[in-house]
Structures are given as C-alpha cells and as structure tokens.
C-alpha cells in the first residue's frame, strides 16, 4: 500500500526492545549484573561451598586467605560458606514473599481497578488497613509468638507487604480502562477475566516489576534486620545473623562483618538499580 | 487574491527564513527532517505553511524560533526577524523577542495553559514580563481589552475564571490574545484549529484576521488543512520529506501546481465530493432499527449531580448494504449514540432493535452473539489497539473469543488482512510499528473478523492525513460492495461524509434535527443548524474567499446538563423568534428525502407522511 512508509521497522517484538534499553542503561547493566551474582550465588551456593557453615573447619579468626576466602570465625567456622548459605536464605524470603505479593497485589488491584463502584471500594478500605501496619514489628511479634522460622517469616512478610503494589497496579488499570481497545475488546464480547488477564495484565507488568523489584529490597533488608538481632531461625545461616555475630569482633576480625554486609549491600543496591533502569525505560516508550 | 496584500514594492519582510537544515539524532543515525527550507513573510501578510505530517512543518518553525528540542541540530541556515537573525542571538536576548516580537499559538490550548491560574491574570503576566513598566492593574486592564478584542463574550468577568472552565474555542481565542499582548510583528500559529469543530474553527479563523486587521501583524499559519490556506493565506510554502517543494502565491499554488506532490495534495483535499450513487434499494427491511434512544449520564461534578443529556430521543432505520452519516460538533452526542447502539453503554430508555431482533436488554451470551455482527471501528487506532500485542494477535481476538480460531485460525487472518490490504507478514508487528494508516486498517480486519453484517465507524479517519483518509474511505467503500455491509458512519467532517454516505443525519446536543439523503441535505440544507455547519466547512480554492455565503455561528455547543428550553438551537440561531424559545419542534417530513426539526421550515402535508415519519 501507499502508505507513509515507517522508518525503522525492526520487526522485533516491542518485550525485547525493551530489555534492551534497560539493560543499555549503566544503572541496569550494573543492577542485573549485581542481581545475577546473587540470585547464582544463593542457588548453586550450597552445592560450591566447600564446607558446611556450621562445621568448625579451620583455626579461629583466620584472616582472608586462599583456603578460607572469607576469613573464620571465633569458632573457625567458614565465613564464605556462611555468606553463600545466608544469600540463599535471602532468596528464599525474597522470592517467597515476591510470589505472595504478585499474587495478592495483582488481583486485588486489577480487580479493584477494572471493576471499580463497591468492589473498588471495599477492596482499597482494607489495602489501607493492611497498609498502616508496622511490617517490621508486625513480623517481630509473629516471630515472638511462634517461634522463629522462615516460613511464618515469609507469610508475614508478604501478606503484610502487596499494598503498595495493589495501588500501583489499580492506579495503571485506572487509566487503561478507559483506552478504546478496552472498548475494542468489549465489543468483541470478551469476558471480563478475559479483558483482564489478556488486555490488561501485558500492560500492567512493566510498572509492577518495579514496585515488586523495590518491595523484594525492602524485605531483604528486613530479613538481615531480623537476623541480625538475633530473632532469625537459629538453625538457618542469615546474613543478618551473620553480621551481628560479626560485629562483636569488628575491631579483631574486621571481615567477619564486611562481607556479610556487602552481600546485603550488593543485593539491595542491585535490585534498587534494575528497578530505576526499567521505571526509566518505561518513561519514554510509551 | 485578498486585497490587504501590500504591494510588491512596499512589502517588508518581517522573517526570512534561508536554508534552514536541521537533523535528528537517532539511534539509526542522523535523520534530516528539515532540509534548506526557505520562505519569507511579510507585514500584514499570512504565509501558509503545509504539509502532510512528519513533512517537517512544525520543526522548520520551531528551528526558526530557536525553540528545538535537545536531539535536534541546527546544521544550518539563517532566520532574520526584521534583518536580526535569530538563530545568532544568546538564549537571553532570544527570550526577549519570544513574547515580544513573536507571539505563538499553540494546537492545544489546554495543556499550552497553567491549569491554576486565572486566565485573565496569565495574559498581564505575559505583559508585564516584556514590559516590567506595566503595573499590576495596568496590565489586567490591558487583558481585558486583548479578551475583547479576540471576541470573548463578558471578557471584564470572565478573565476571572480558570482555564478548565472555558470551552476550547474560547481558550485558543485567549491563546491568541496572549499571543499578540506585546503587539508582535509576528504571529505562528501551528495548527491552532485544528482540534477545533469546523465552527468554532470558523470563530478562531476570523479573530486571526480581525487581530491582523487591527495590528498589521505578520502570521505564519502551520496547518495540514488546505482549507485553512485557502481561507486565510497570502503566500504558501509545501513541505514534503522536509524540503519546501512549492511555494508562491496562494491563488498560484492552487490554480496550477507544479509537482505533482502537491497536485495530489490538492485533488484529495477538501475538494473531494464524489457524490456516491444511492445503493441499491433492498426489501427485506432494515438491519438496524433505533427508536427513542435515550442515554443519559450522571455527571459527578462536585456538588451538582446533573443529568447529561447524551443522547435524547433518537430514531433511525439502516438497511443493507446503507451507510448513515451522523455529523455534529463536538459534544453534541454523537460517540455516546454509536456506543450506546453496540451496546457499550446502557440506554436510559429506547429500543434498539438489530436483525429484527430486540437487543436492548440482551446480556451474557445472546449478547455476545450479536456483536459477532454489530462490530464498532474506533476513532484513535493507537488507543484501540493493545500496545502488547501483536497486530495478528489483535486481529484474532474476536475469532477467539467467538471460538472461531480453529486450526484455520491463522488463515483467516491472513484474509482479512489481505482484505483490508495489509501485508499479512506484518502480522507480527506491534501497533507502535505501524503507521496511521495501517493501523486503522488493524481496527477494521478486527471489525470484519466475525463477518459483521453493520459497521459502526466512529470518526475512523479523523486522526489520519488527507491522503491517507483517502486511501481508507476507498477501503470502505470496497469493503462495503464487496460485503454488502452497512455503516454507521459518525464523523465532524462534513466533506468525509458527503463522499461515503447515502443518508445523513445531522445531531445537535442529543438529538437530530434533520435526517435526509445525501445530495438533497448537502445541496439545499433546510435546518438552520446544517446550514452554518455546511457554511463552516472550509473552502476548496482561494477563488471561492468572500463570495458571502458563510455563516459564522456566535457561541459554543450549550452545555447537555442543561439543555435550552424549547428548540435546542434557538441560542445560536440567527433565525430564532418568540416560539423556538419555548416550544421544541419535532422531526416532520419535508419532501421526499428528509425530515427537520425547525419552526421555519414547513412540513409537507400530513396525509403523505409515512406512517413512522421515518424515511425507508
């Protein structure tokens, strides 16, 4: 056809231009990277750790050294296997809490979103509820009465957490709703869960990866916070529990807290720079 | 020729404009949108800049005014107002002169607005930042004055009030009014009506050359619409692909183009007028029949719950292979009546019957099951199609949703594709990788996917440019012999609808006011209303400027919480006495063709009138 000719067809799916520009950007170059090396670490962690955390393997204090790359601690334990084993109890709070919060955030806000009227209502009165609650000392007092231990960690954490991505996602579908091809798909006699799962959701993604990007920080740090004083499961290796064991030594054994640290640090930071390159991604595409 | 053109000798250039090149950097490289452009304009004079879009026309301008945007390089090229070339001025030196000797006029006048100010206090502000002399209420004065000068009704009152609360019309005017509160020596408007309907923009044009009147200012008009340039300029420049192709006199340029670029921008101007043969008369009665149809909203303005009246009685017969065109202003219902007919919206009252089938009340699956044949075309084709997803995949939707996409699904995709005339290898494209035009070819497979019987089209080609408008009614009508469908066919563009439709009918806030075959209406319009708004239509050729048959219509569309009493129209109608004020009048046959609503216009004798007053 004779129609205006448009320059620069790639022909490739619009998802892949833009993991491109995320990841073109320095902050989503560095932040991927970071989040690589921490979610590999956490997973092939326990199987490349040379020694078991708990098991005294070395002499006391031993500074940084081909054998113990991390240095020991006063029981000379194996400071690395203790990080590799922390990050992957990390990850699994992170990603526990993560599924619960998509879950949860998504429904409640497309649904809140789309269906708008009493629905809207009721549902954003109790994501204010929920909201107002003190997550960090909501999760202390569950962990007081039942005991510490990953699971009721994750629970808390996560059905204490999906507020903020239930509004954001309600805010989006707000605005979407009133698009033609809402309309379009009306008129078509599409299902409501069809508009919503089909036409909304594809669009609702990209500004939820970063709501949950930055949530999964957050819990991270709650997580550590946790650990390190000393409320975590005494039974599973925290990287929090691990700095705090450290910091008593601070002035003797300087990397039995740096490390544990810098693995915190290289999580959260990673995840808070992926999250901003695709919030900037997202500014000028659409 | 208009007669204030100043005569050769004693023309002064207020811009000259000389080999302006500007490029883009893109991540393909460097794209030159603006390519040795040069023009000049002189005092008193109205040079008319156009050009389909992505021709360049706005960057040229904005590249003259030192206003690009960071990825755009000026290569180069001079812009001298009054001998000063503005492109060598510091950016403080090039402030002065923006809002001093240059006023601009924006195409959206809402968002070219501060949503919190108040309107009058916006134009002192643009006073007293070129003229610190002015005091406070010097200025405001001077505000008022400029309001009235562009025609603002009540302007000592209403420089009070807030952007929001004025119409469209009444903002650009006070656009303008900002625009020339420094008494420039030039004037750029770029695309300043068009988001307006045809008569307001008739309002706007005609302040634009009152102001130029009054102050002998310059004005540079950006326009895609040769009507527009037709109207109002002295001197045209074409830009296509960035290069001025054309330029010279107004009268010239259309009388006898030079390329055939432009020639072919003219033919599929305004001037389109085929008139189209009345289809062929089928018997087997109306596919689509409305009575009554009613559709108001509540609206939630704050502390008044008024009722809006959308739609307010409507009633229309559409056979077979038919097309009905609904024309109006904006607001005056005419999206709320196609969507309430597909049954988007819910109607307040009425029926709607489709197939002879009442479908007024229908839900759940019997539903669905008719909009399989009673299918809709959006207007915007970037917002009607999912941004995430691919053409193809839009396309199949409905075969999908209808649990049509079998093992031939994808087959039958690649026919509607070739039958809207797409590429089926585009398939796999997003919207964003389309053009307009393409795009809206999406809408329509989509549309065609279920083998509709009735196509209702809402304003489908109002977003594209003038050719490629072409090329899509040329696919509607295809379309329409090819299938034997029948078309609703809502559009603001009177020139869009004479050409597709066999009937049309004219709305006005919520209700028709006449209804009548195509020739007869366009050619000897009964009701007042049609004949401001054919009136309004923008002229085809400079030649026809003056000749004295326009009708400028005062005021805005009334607002449809609170519609007049009696007929609708009486408080814009030059025609209106004692009666339009309280007594409405009703449709009533007035010959063979038609049926209007107007006091002045007689009805043919009752005996012959049909039984439902409705034409066959």
Known sequence: ?286 | MRTTAVPEARRRAVLEVSDLTVEFETRAGRLRVVDGVDFEVAQGETLGVVGQSGAGKSVTMLAALGLLPSSARLVRGAARLEGVDLLQLRPKELRNVRGKDIGMVFQDPLTSMHPSFRVGDQIAEAIRLHDAGVSRAGARIRAIELLELVGVPFAARRWRDHPHQWSGGMRQRAMIAMAIANGPKLLVADESTTALDVTVQAQVLGVLRDVQRETGTAIVLITHDLGVIAEMADTVVVLHEGRAVESGTVGHVFASPRLPYTAGLLARGPSRSRLRPAAPRVDSGPVLEVRDLVTHFRSRSGRHSDVVHAVDGVSFDLHPGESLGVVGESGCGKSTLVRTIVRLLHPTSGTIRFEGRDITGLAGRDLREVRARLRIVFQDSFSALNPRRSVGDIVAEPLRTHGRHGAGGGGRVRELFEMVGLQPDLSGRYPHQLSGGQRQRVGIARALALEPKVLVLDEPVSSLDVPIQAQILELLERLQRDLGLAYVFVSHDLTVVRRICDRVAVMYVGRFVEVGDTATVYADPAHPYTRALLSAVPITSPAERGSGRRIVLVGDLPDPAAPPSGCRFHTRCWLAFDRCVVDEPTLQRIDAQRVCSCHLVSPIEAASIGESGFLP
Not at chain 1, 51 to 78: C, E
Not at chain 1, 81 to 110: C, D, E, P, W, Y
């Open chain 1, 1 to 286: 056809m004779a129609d205006v000719p448009v320059p620069e067809l790639t022909g490739r799916p619009a998802h892949h231009q833009s993991w491109t520009a995320v990841l073109a950007r320095p902050a989503g170059a560095i932040g991927a990277f970071l989040v690589l090396v921490v979610v590999v670490g956490g997973i092939i962690g326990p199987w490349v750790a040379p020694n078991d955390p708990f098991s005294v393997d070395g002499p006391s204090l031993a500074k940084p050294s081909l054998s113990f790359p991390m240095g020991t601690d006063a029981l000379g334990r194996d400071a690395f296997s203790g990080v590799l084993h922390g990050l992957r109890t990390t990850l699994f709070v992170a990603g526990g809490v993560a599924a619960i919060v998509v879950v949860v955030g998504m429904s409640v806000g497309l649904a809140a979103g789309y269906r708008a009227g009493w629905l809207d209502q009721v549902l954003m009165r109790s994501t204010e509820f929920v909201q107002v609650l003190p997550r960090f000392f909501l999760a202390i007092v569950v962990i007081a009465m039942f005991g510490p231990g990953l699971r009721q960690l994750v629970l808390v954490l996560g059905l204490s957490s999906w507020p903020l991505l239930a509004r954001v996602v309600r805010a989006e579908t707000l605005s979407l709703r009133e698009r033609e091809f809402i309309e379009a798909a009306r008129a078509d006699g599409s299902s409501p869960l069809r508009i919503i799962l089909r036409e909304l959701l594809p669009n609702v993604v990209p500004s939820a990866v970063v709501v949950v990007g930055l949530l999964v920080a957050q819990v991270m740090l709650i997580e550590a916070s946790l650990g390190f004083l000393g409320l975590g499961d005494p039974n599973v290796v925290s990287l929090g529990s691990l700095a705090s064991e450290g910091q008593d030594f601070i002035r003797v054994a300087w990397w039995l807290a740096f490390f544990p640290g810098l693995a915190i640090v290289v999580a959260v930071l990673g995840l808070n720079l992926l999250a901003d390159a695709v919030t900037g991604s997202l500014g000028g595409g659409r």
